[in-house]
């Protein structure tokens, strides 16, 4: 299967918006749950949104009210809307699709970088 591809990251200023997009092609119309997680330097990787096969969704609650996880399975993306932008919110942004035992796939990620 393929890898799935982030994009969206950038600069923005606190308060700012931005929103990333994950494509997945085979992952978002099958059986995969979709997660986004995200990276700092020297912190583990921490799962922030997620949804299911089914369109259930999750969010952290650092960011619920904030950050809001949808997908598109025409398209075989999944997005993460993020809003109200905290410097604390700068990391790498990953994109994984769990797709059963064993089957589980990472993209590269994409930075997101929150300062004035």
């Known amino acids: 299967q393929v890898q799935p591809v982030e994009s969206g990251g950038g600069l923005v200023q606190p308060g700012g918006s931005l929103t990333l997009s994950c494509t997945a092609p085979?992952?978002?119309?099958?059986?995969?749950?979709m997660a986004w997680y995200r990276q700092t330097a020297g912190k583990e990787r921490e799962r922030i949104s997620d949804?299911?096969?089914?369109?259930?969704?999750w969010h952290r609650a650092s960011v619920k009210g904030r950050f809001f996880i949808s997908k598109d399975a025409a398209k075989d993306t999944v997005y993460l809307q993020m809003n109200s932008l905290k410097p604390e919110d700068t990391a790498m942004y990953f994109c994984?699709?769990?797709?059963?035992?064993?089957?589980?796939?990472w993209g590269q990620g994409t930075q997101v970088t929150v300062s004035s």
């Open positions: 994984k699709a769990s797709c059963g035992p064993g089957n589980v796939y």
């Open positions: 949804i299911t096969a089914t369109g259930s969704a």
């Open positions: 085979g992952f978002t119309a099958s059986s995969c749950g």
